[in-house]
């Protein structure tokens, strides 16, 4: 089965129709629509097919899978890693906020509360016996 003679610019060979059909990459934009042409025109003869509608649909999805393929989402181990890595950051800004809050806010309360919320994220993050947990629930606990 094939699309056109090979010499017609719309030709499709076998080979090329069971590698686009068969491999993982996309096909590129000019064979994807001489694919569907074909496909249109091998349509059982019972249901009408809009040439110009049906490529345009195909096209829309092609568009869709090539920025996927392009730029691929991160896997759910990337993604698990950045969480961790965002709440990494985000203990590390909150260490130097209260090491901030030391030196300038002159509530030790205020300065004690910033480390216990620290030492309840950083007991999350790193574990209750993390030196740095242990360091910020004994700062916590300094409220004279």
């Known amino acids: 089965m094939t ?6 610019s719309g030709y499709l060979s076998t080979s090329t129709m069971s590698y686009v059909l068969s491999e ?6 000019a064979t994807m629509q001489r694919l569907i042409a074909l496909l249109v025109e091998l349509a059982p003869t019972g249901r009408k097919m809009d040439l110009d509608e049906t490529t345009r649909r195909f096209l829309d999805l ?3 899978a090539a920025r996927a393929e392009a730029d691929p989402p991160p896997s759910p181990r990337v993604q698990a890693l950045r969480k961790a890595g965002n709440a990494y950051l985000h ?3 909150e260490y130097q906020k209260a090491e ?3 030196k300038t806010v002159f509530s030790k309360n205020t300065v004690a509360n910033q480390w216990d919320y620290i030492a ?3 007991g999350e993050l ?3 016996g ?4 242990v360091e910020a629930r004994e700062r916590a606990e300094d409220r004279e």
């Open 24 to 29: 993982p990459r996309l096909p590129d934009s």
């Open 91 to 93: 203990l590390a800004d």
């Open 62 to 64: 092609w568009e869709k």
């Open 130 to 133: 993390h030196p740095d947990v």
């Open 100 to 102: 901030r809050m030391e």
């Open 120 to 122: 309840r994220l950083a």
């Open 3 to 8: 699309s056109g003679t090979p010499k017609e």
């Open 126 to 128: 790193l574990g209750e």
